[in-house]
């Protein structure tokens, strides 16, 4: 590798990334991009802190040089490449312990005029909960989890959305509140997510993808993996997606 020096976007969300107390980084994704970036000779490592719409914008546009994971979509990869996929993860909810309005999916919200959930604008989850027939005036748009939280601790909101995996680190957190994962329809596929570089990167994304055909579905990956929650469940899925290429 020529390049020496990596540039690294991420946002707040355990436990994939986040920002500990004393400034330090962690997450089961940072240590699987370090793990990978040590391996390919990358001596340096620059983390960047934004926003989740702020995301793709910035590695199109050379603000730095990879993202952190995010879920896969069409519209997204013609904005950035994509590597391979490192976790398949599926939706859930969180809500106050017991669950008072019965939410179990998108469509229990939509049913419910009175149900207001909370969503980060630009994830999946939004044009998720649109299709699903939840109204624009039961959406309320929150820029980061943190948001999320307080609104569901004050009654601003009765749920939000996010990956199943990450709202178990939330209730962890926070006892009062309960996660509920959702149920994908028999035709859905687990969403996939990967990091995401500038398209004109072919360096790097293919020396990142080359390391991580290796390394995904090791011991060593699912054992640091699983330190943060991310199971055989989450892996399997990749694993097998990478062997049939």
């Known amino acids: 590798m020529s390049i020496k020096k990596i540039r690294i ?15 330090s980084l962690k997450g089961a994704d940072i240590e699987l991009i370090e793990t990978v970036l040590r391996e390919i000779g990358i001596s340096s490592i620059e983390y960047h ?8 914008q910035g590695v199109k546009g050379g603000r730095w040089d990879i993202n952190v994971p995010i879920f896969v979509t069409d519209e997204r990869a013609k904005e950035v490449a994509f590597s391979i996929p490192v976790w398949a993860l599926g939706d859930g909810f969180v809500v106050h312990q017991g669950n008072p309005k019965e939410l179990t ?14 969503l980060i604008p630009g994830q999946v989850q939004v044009n998720k909960a649109r299709s699903a027939g939840v109204n624009d005036s039961q959406i309320v748009l929150l820029k980061n989890q943190d948001a999320l939280i307080a609104a569901l601790q004050s009654g601003k909101i009765d749920a ?3 990956t199943a995996v990450g709202n178990n680190a939330i209730v962890k957190a ?6 509920v994962p959702l ?7 687990i ?5 995401s570089f500038n398209k004109d990167n072919h360096e790097l994304l293919q020396a990142v993808n080359q390391q991580l055909n290796k390394y995904l579905g090791s011991a060593d990956h699912r054992n640091k993996m699983a ?7 989450e892996i399997d899925a990749i694993v097998s997606k990478k062997n049939e290429k």
């Open 160 to 162: 939000f959305a996010a």
């Open 174 to 179: 926070n006892p009062e509140l309960q996660s």
């Open 9 to 23: 976007a991420y946002v707040d969300e355990p436990p994939f990334y986040w920002t500990e107390k004393d400034k």
């Open 105 to 118: 999916s998108y469509e229990t919200v939509a049913m419910r005029s009175d149900t207001r959930l909370g």
């Open 183 to 189: 149920k994908n329809n028999i035709a859905d596929k």
């Open 227 to 233: 330190k943060y929650g991310i199971t055989s469940s």
């Open 49 to 56: 802190h934004t926003t989740f719409e702020e995301l793709l």
């Open 191 to 195: 969403p996939v997510g990967a990091f």
